[in-house]
């Protein structure tokens, strides 16, 4: 999970903060910052880097949580949403028609899961669903390169 957090971190300082939104789930969904939210990231990153896990990984009302926030206050052409998760999700079945969703209002979806342990079926499952990509990392120092690529070839 720390990993995970400094990942976002390093996400919220190669994007535009003004056009992100950041979400935290496990049992619980945790909005961190609004799509249309305007906020200091400096504080941003300490709240990131202070996130404990408390529960179960439950995604299905984080993803409709995203889904709106794509629809109600994104303005851009390209979007983008990128997951961690180790793909352990307990209520995928809930979710798979927001990845639908996602998928329809032509969302890039980056699924992001540590290669030492996680559900690489459930993970490709919802990669399919939502049309989007799986990406593996070894470990976690290659994703300041991963992330900068991707930024790079989408913006």
Same mark, same amino acid.
């Given at each position: /999970?720390?990993?995970? $957090?400094?990942?976002?971190?390093?996400?919220? !300082?190669?994007?535009?903060?003004? %056009? /992100?939104?950041?979400? &935290?789930?496990?049992?619980?969904?945790?909005?961190?910052?609004?799509?249309?939210?305007?906020?200091?990231?400096?504080? /941003?990153?300490?709240?990131?880097? #202070?996130? #404990?896990?408390?529960?179960?990984?439950?995604?299905?009302?984080?993803? %409709?949580? $995203?889904?709106?926030? *794509?629809? =109600?206050? #994104? !303005? #851009?052409? %390209?979007?983008?949403?990128?997951? *961690?998760?180790?793909?352990?999700? &307990?209520?995928?079945?809930?979710?798979?028609? =927001?990845?639908?969703?996602?998928?329809?209002?032509?969302?890039?979806?980056?699924?992001?899961?540590? =290669?030492?342990? !996680? +559900?690489?079926? %459930?993970? +490709?499952?919802?990669?399919?669903?939502?049309?989007?990509?799986?990406?593996?990392?070894?470990?976690?120092?290659?994703?300041?390169?991963?992330?900068? =690529?991707?930024?790079?070839?989408?913006?």
């Amino acid at each position: /999970l720390a990993y995970m $957090a400094i990942c976002v971190t390093m996400l919220c !300082y190669g994007l535009r903060k003004d %056009e /992100l939104g950041i979400t &935290f789930f496990e049992s619980n969904t945790h909005v961190l910052k609004e799509l249309n939210q305007k906020i200091d990231l400096e504080k /941003l990153a300490d709240e990131l880097l #202070s996130v #404990s896990a408390r529960g179960g990984t439950k995604i299905q009302s984080a993803l %409709e949580w $995203a889904n709106k926030q *794509f629809k =109600e206050h #994104s !303005y #851009s052409r %390209e979007k983008l949403n990128v997951l *961690f998760t180790d793909a352990e999700i &307990f209520d995928l079945q809930d979710a798979i028609q =927001e990845f639908r969703i996602m998928r329809s209002l032509g969302v890039d979806f980056i699924l992001v899961c540590p =290669e030492t342990s !996680y +559900n690489l079926k %459930e993970a +490709n499952k919802m990669v399919k669903i939502v049309g989007g990509q799986l990406l593996t990392l070894k470990d976690w120092n290659e994703f300041p390169k991963l992330i900068s =690529e991707i930024i790079k070839s989408r913006f």
